[in-house]
Nanobody
Framework: QVQLVESGGGLVQAGGSLRLSCAAS????????MGWFRQAPGKEREFVAI????????YYAASVRGRFTISRDNAQSTVYLQMNSLKPEDTALYYC????????????????WGQGTQVTVSS
């Protein structure tokens, strides 16, 4: 069972940038596909991005494509989400999770969720 801890959230003005980190415990991180989700108050958890275990493939939600970049450092057991050109509608609690398969975009296809890190974008 992998444990995940997100960090890097905060308050930023629209147009600004943040980089989220997700640190994983356990020795098998390098074999996991990893993803990021977000959830705004009163809304369902929303897929953001996923990265293949060896980083050869990534996939993004249309709402963040071109602005967000998912990456990973398997030596550090960490996955990142670089967020640029942030908009107020990006405000949410951001979670990382382990995917059961590459290409998954539904929360039910992810396990081992972290506690989340809050991102707030002011207008």
């Amino acid at each position: 069972q992998v444990q995940l801890v997100e960090s890097g959230g905060g308050l930023v003005q629209a147009g600004g940038s943040l980089r989220l980190s997700c640190a994983a415990s356990g020795r098998s991180f390098s074999s996991y596909h990893m993803g990021w989700f977000r959830q705004a108050p009163g809304k369902e958890r929303e897929f953001v991005a996923i990265i293949h275990w060896n980083a050869i493939m990534t996939y993004y939600a249309a709402s963040v494509r071109g602005r967000f970049t998912i990456s990973r450092d398997n030596a550090q057991s960490t996955v990142y989400l670089q967020m640029n050109s942030l908009k107020p509608e990006d405000t949410a609690l951001y979670y990382c999770a382990k995917a059961i398969r590459y290409g998954a975009t539904l929360p039910a296809d992810f396990t081992s969720w972290g506690q989340g890190t809050q991102v707030t974008v002011s207008s």
